[in-house]
């Protein structure tokens, strides 16, 4: 086994791998950059090695950089995470060359897969269904608009190179060709290094399925069932699930039988993903086709550990140091469900636009540290199912409170990982966990991922990677509350208040009698309006909303306390809770909501308050997230339209187009290509 293990990647998976590595005893350095110097993973390794700038480009994408770092600390392999070093060629036979063991799959393998096009042409020969389509090089857009009409819309444009959601665009029309092709060229070179695009037909209903493949060295090749990622957006994925909750044994032993044939025939070893694309709308399970196979650890493999009680890390440990694998295709069980939620610096309410920024509060919620390390022992799958009363949750993490989300690498902030018995169960795991999830200082999607997991149409398990765009066309502006969520918030308010009036009044020194307290509120969320008051008893409160059955609310909080957690009617309810101007600010299951209290005499008062009016910005195209300005459409003086793009801003190497939301005409421009542009600066002004 390996005596010291360079990891050349950054964030969680870094983190990831070194638990790993130091549970087995192994010595573990980290790489890191100038943005990165005092980063979680740099503090958990046994040694660091700056590589350069910020710029993933100029430090951990650099080859010469990791290898040197490799050779100074005298580390005998080195794992690449999920970072594009992995999948080069180039960089696996460099380990070998200098003697050290590159924890991944042989360079031919990495050849073989790591170009899409001659993927799908192996693919093919290997007996494995692939999407109708043109595999080879296409010169101009031109040629781009012929081929998709040849083939018929709706058709997907993807960079030969691309990965992670990038270098992809759907065209459902030939201005959609003309539009997209040369931004997906450009998306490819700026982050692959490679141009070149291929096209092939959209499958409608889509769902993406992914099959996990894991193979040693002396020819052993198994799967570990499948993984469900059709909740994606811009072909990003944000929540994924094992098992399937649409795949069928007979279906998971199809997909499974072709996964392992294709990675025999490219003579693969080491852990690989092998990625379906599979119609929703055939009942059957036979119309599944390969889109690519991604030769590395991906981001959602907790939720494969979690369901056989591998370390999938451990395994390529294993498997490069020469060992067989532990166990055969019919030792592998899969054992209750598991489901991931990537946390990201985005924001939902303003259209999913990157954020960036300091974590002010990072308190994830946990459950045990690295529960995959306490199933599979010596790297056999477990055979012996865990105690299936209690789900467990797991947090996958880089960061820090304090630490920085920059605008260099991915926004990914964390992995919520929940595991039980049942899908049902696991589903309701993840929206109490994202109800404990603290995080501020950056935008995030934790209310959207609630809203997902709540969704009737989510947990019946009709998914496609359309689910998003189709549940929310008009974007996202919080999950929705039935009545009785917002009484027991209401509740939650008035107890939370009642408490910060209590220890008010006791405070001593105050001038005049005490006014005799009292139990009545007025509470109003939104545009529900409740009249509550509160009568005690040995075992907590009962909270009388209006005239109907008063509530049994235990809870015990203290106005220091940023979440509220209390036992309404038996059911235990959490919400992160901050104090507002004449109320409070409670956040669960998916949205916040402003919950405004006052005693029934004040109350009465606030019909006479007037309402303040948002300033009118509708003449400016404000910049909408933290980015450099590439290009502009327009020109001072010109007639715009509803929709006409007029600047595009480049932001963690994804083009945004910005367009007109009505007519009118540009009366200034304030930024030129080139300019690094804050959240809602000034790019234009109209009239």
Excluded at 322 to 339: C, H, N, P, R, S
Excluded at 344 to 357: K, M, V
């Amino acid at each position: 086994m390996f005596k010291k293990i360079l990891v050349a990647n950054w964030g969680e998976i870094a983190c990831r791998v070194m638990r790993t590595a130091k549970r087995m005893g192994i010595a573990t350095v980290a790489v890191y950059s100038d943005a990165d110097a005092r980063a979680p993973h740099v503090m958990m390794a046994d040694e660091s090695v700056r590589l350069g700038p910020a710029p993933a480009a100029q430090s951990y994408l650099v080859p010469e950089l990791i290898l040197a770092a490799a050779q100074a600390t005298g580390a005998d392999c080195i794992h690449p995470g999920y970072g594009f070093l992995s999948e080069r060629e180039s960089f696996a036979r460099a380990c070998a060359d200098a003697g050290i063991t590159f924890v991944g799959p042989p360079p031919n393998a990495i050849a073989a897969m790591g170009d899409k096009i001659e993927s799908k042409k192996l693919a093919q020969t290997a007996g494995v269904n692939v999407v109708p389509g043109f595999l080879g090089e296409i010169a101009d857009t031109e040629q781009a608009v012929r081929i998709a009409t040849d083939i018929g819309y709706p058709v997907m444009m993807k960079a030969s190179a691309g990965g992670g959601g990038k270098g992809m665009r759907l065209a459902w029309s030939e201005q959609d060709v003309r539009e997209g092709f040369e931004a997906t060229k450009r998306e490819g070179l700026a982050s692959f290094g490679d141009d070149r695009v291929f096209i092939e037909k959209f499958i409608e209903s889509p769902r993406h399925i992914e099959i996990q493949v894991l193979g040693d060295q002396h020819g052993n090749i198994v799967y570990l069932g499948e993984r469900e990622c059709s909740i994606q957006r811009r072909h990003q994925k944000v929540v994924e699930e094992a098992p399937s909750p649409f795949v069928t044994p007979a279906m998971r032993k199809a997909m499974g039988e072709q996964a392992v044939a294709l990675a025999r025939a490219v003579g693969y070893y080491s852990a690989g993903t092998v990625e379906l694309i599979v119609s929703g709308a055939d009942t059957t399970g036979e119309s599944f086709y390969f889109l690519e196979m991604n030769t590395r650890l991906q981001v959602e493999h907790p939720v494969t550990e979690e369901i056989t009680g591998l370390d999938l890390v451990e395994q390529m440990l294993r498997v490069a140091s020469g060992e067989k694998l532990a166990f055969t295709q019919d030792e592998v069980k899969l054992t209750g469900w598991a489901i991931e939620n990537r946390v990201y610096a985005e924001d939902p309410y303003r259209g999913f636009l990157p954020s960036t920024g300091r974590l002010t509060r990072y308190n994830p919620p946990r459950h045990g540290e690295g529960d995959y390390a306490k199933h599979g022992g010596g790297g056999a799958p477990r055979t012996t199912s865990p105690d299936t009363a209690t789900p467990r949750t797991r947090v996958d993490d880089g960061v820090v409170e304090g630490g920085e989300v920059s605008m260099f690498y991915d926004p990914m902030i964390a992995k919520l990982v929940t595991w039980a018995s049942t899908r049902e169960a696991a589903i309701d795991a993840q929206v109490a966990a994202l109800d404990r999830f603290e995080l501020a200082g950056v935008g995030n999607n934790i209310d959207f991922l609630s809203a997902i997991m709540q969704h009737p149409r989510f947990r019946d398990g009709a998914l496609t990677t359309g689910f998003i765009a189709e549940e929310y066309p008009e974007g996202f502006h919080g999950a929705p509350a039935d009545e009785p969520l917002l009484r027991k918030l209401a509740a939650i308010a008035v107890v939370a208040d009642l408490g910060q009036s209590d220890r008010a009044a006791k405070i001593n020194g105050q001038l005049g009698t005490r006014i005799p307290r009292s139990t009545e509120r007025v509470v109003t969320i939104g545009d529900h309006r409740y009249a509550i008051s509160v009568d005690g008893y040995d075992g907590g409160l009962l909270v009388n909303i209006e005239d109907d059955a008063p509530l049994d609310v235990v809870m015990h909080w203290r106005p220091s306390q940023r979440l509220v957690t209390a036992r309404i009617d038996g059911e235990e309810l959490t919400a992160r809770i901050a104090r507002t101007i004449g109320g409070w600010k409670l956040t669960a299951r998916g949205a916040s909501h402003i919950v405004r209290v006052l005693p029934p005499h004040v109350a009465a008062l606030t019909r006479y308050m007037l309402d303040k009016v948002p300033p009118d910005l509708s003449r400016f195209l404000l910049c909408p997230m933290p980015g450099l300005l590439t290009r502009v459409e327009v020109a001072e003086g010109q007639r715009v339209e509803a929709g006409q793009p007029l600047a595009v801003v480049e932001a963690m190497k994804m083009e945004n187009i910005l367009r007109a939301e009505r007519p009118g005409t540009v009366v200034r421009i304030a930024h030129a290509p080139g300019d690094s542009l804050a959240v809602d600066a000034v790019i234009m002004e109209f009239e």
